[in-house]
């Protein structure tokens, strides 16, 4: 079931975290207890109030983002601001005391519409609050192209940012879509889906 998301400290998944966690201060599954998502507050062109949901796995491994209103067009009619449209979300994790987490996959879904010579791209960057660190994952598409697509990128090892022990920091995470018409005539669309949209998978580990 999907939560519209609102301003505020509305709490949109509760989750019941049974796995069982390797003694290793390094652990994929979520801890043991409860785990809870919360959205502080969600802005930008591509997710107006009341148009982006947020549902969690029931064991805690990942959470979804859906967009009802999510797409970016270039061409044919469009106007110069529908090239770019993006979503920031401040996100508010929290578990049982002792453990981080961070974002280790990305997979993604949508449609798209690029006629020969247009292109397009999809950057999502994460980062904590008050952190200068920042992760970020992109996608390119090239026309022609036609129809629903799916991209899933992995976060490398190296690169993962834990939540710093100890801290409550909010999870700021921003989405965006571009579309570049180049020599292509026509309208030329990218747009992420209303039902699967972005799943982030978790990696958890002891404090």
């Known amino acids: ?25 390094l652990a994929s599954a979520p801890p043991p207890g409860k ?18 949901g947020v549902s ?10 859906t967009y009802r209103a999510f797409t970016a067009s270039a061409g044919g009619g ?5 090239f770019r449209k993006n979503c920031q979300l401040a996100l508010s994790v929290s578990a049982r005391k002792g453990w981080t987490w961070a974002i280790s996959r990305i997979a993604s879904t949508g449609s798209a ?12 960057s994460f980062y904590w609050a008050g952190d200068s660190r920042t992760g970020r994952v992109s996608q390119a598409f090239t026309g022609p192209l036609s129809g629903p697509w799916q991209r899933v ?9 834990y939540q710093p022990c100890g801290q409550r920091r909010n ?8 579309v570049r018409s180049g020599a292509a005539g026509g309208r030329n669309v990218l747009t992420l ?9 978790l990696v958890w580990r002891r404090c």
């Open 1 to 25: 079931m999907l939560h519209t998301v609102a301003t505020g400290t509305a709490l949109l998944a509760s989750l019941a975290a049974t796995a069982v966690v390797p003694s290793s201060s």
């Open 35 to 52: 785990v809870t998502v919360t959205v502080v507050s969600a802005n930008g062109s591509g997710c107006p109030a009341g148009t982006t």
């Open 56 to 65: 969690a796995s029931a064991r805690g491994a990942s959470f979804k983002v």
């Open 78 to 82: 469009a106007s110069a601001l529908d």
């Open 113 to 124: 519409t690029l006629r020969s010579g247009a292109s397009a791209t999809q950057v999502t």
């Open 153 to 161: 990128k992995k976060v490398a090892t190296r690169d993962l940012i």
């Open 171 to 178: 999870l700021n995470v921003n989405i965006e879509l571009r």
């Open 193 to 201: 889906d209303s039902t699967s949209g972005s799943t982030f998978s």
